[in-house]
């Protein structure tokens, strides 16, 4: 599975995700999830990101998987 930077931040923003920052290339979104405020860092202008960092993010979500995927 090969998602983008847009593609992340899509599914971030359906979720409820705002971008909160941005510093260089680096964007911080900012939802709650759960009751529990998490934050997200996505690194802006990617094709594709290697499958550890694609599920560091979908784990910084505090989002299972499928949920996470389910809005793409």
Do not use: C, W
Not at 13 to 31: D, E, P, Y
Not at 46 to 64: D, E, H, N, V
Request: no cysteine; aromatic share 6%; net charge positive.
């Amino acid at each position: 599975m090969t998602l983008s930077s847009r593609d992340i931040e899509k599914i971030l923003k359906a979720h409820g995700f705002v971008l909160s920052r941005q510093k260089g290339s680096h964007q911080q979104f900012i939802g709650i999830i759960y009751g529990k405020k998490r934050r997200v860092t996505v690194i802006a202008n990617q094709k594709s990101f290697a499958p550890g960092t694609l599920k560091s993010m979908i784990r910084q979500s505090g989002l299972s998987e499928e949920e996470f995927l389910s809005k793409k």
